[in-house]
């Protein structure tokens, strides 16, 4: 199998153009700092190479054929983020557009499943979605983070929130030439004051210069090995497979209900 068929990131038109695609997989991400040790472009590219491993196994095991799309750099940020160089705060607005863009170039080329897999847990798709299945019907766009495809808690010691012990050994994993542990900082996150926030009975959004004021991390990356990454990948990318191959089956919305 060549990467190059799957993979628009490095595809040709002469290795594509013969090929029927069942879905669309879109990875999103953000351009943000990771704690001190990790690339700013993480959330794209753990998504992408999930992305990539998901659709390999989805033709390997259930002849269900997807085309990754290129990641999306561009994600939401909380305030206080925006202070932080480099870091690019992108407005619903912007996500809506490239989203409702995507969406239309597909739709006219004959597709109709569309699978984002997002890596930015400040991302938000539903009301995109919900605008988007107005538009188009009859094209099934489904959203979801990765790092919730297998229960984090059954392969780390210590999850965290941001640059942390999965993220880290993800990365470790995929692209261990871009991380040097020894650069962590250690993740130290403050948690709200107003118990309802704490607990997510209510929401808003946190300042992350108040939130994790050294080291942009919440969640200590020490205890990451590349064989957790290896270990937590398999396990989503499988999740992902299995879906994907469900949702290939999938014509009229009469059929996702029993």
């Known amino acids: 199998m060549k990467q190059r068929e799957l993979d628009l990131s490095i595809a040709t038109y002469g290795a594509v153009k013969d090929h029927r695609y069942d879905v669309v997989l879109l990875p999103w991400g953000a351009t943000e700092p990771h704690n001190l040790h990790l690339p700013y472009l993480t959330d794209c590219i753990l998504s992408h190479d999930i992305a990539v491993d998901a659709a390999q196994k989805a033709l390997a095991l259930h002849n269900t054929r997807c085309m990754v799309m290129p990641p999306v750099t561009m ?8 202070e932080l160089n480099f870091c690019v705060h992108a407005r619903y607005e912007t996500q809506r557009a490239i989203l409702t863009d995507i969406v239309s170039s597909l739709h006219h080329q004959g597709f109709r499943r569309l699978v984002i897999i997002n890596g930015h847990g400040g991302n938000n798709f539903k009301n995109m979605i919900r605008d988007l299945s107005v538009d188009y019907p009859d094209f099934f766009i489904v959203c979801g983070e990765w790092f919730k495809m297998a229960p984090a808690g059954d392969f780390f010691d210590n999850p965290g929130d ?11 994993y995929y692209h261990p030439e871009w991380v040097n542990l020894e650069e962590a900082g250690p993740g130290i996150g403050h948690n709200f004051t107003i118990s309802a926030l704490r607990q997510g009975r209510v929401w808003l959004p946190r300042h992350w210069n108040l939130v994790s004021p050294d080291d942009t991390g919440i969640g200590n990356p020490a205890l990451s090995t590349a064989e957790k990454g290896r270990r937590f990948a398999e396990a989503v990318t499988t999740a992902y497979a299995e879906f994907l191959h469900q949702l290939a089956q999938i014509n009229r919305p009469e059929d996702l209900y029993d």
């Open 162 to 172: 941001h640059a942390d012990e999965i993220e880290t050994s993800a990365m470790m």
């Open 75 to 82: 994600g939401s940020q909380n305030p206080g983020q925006r």
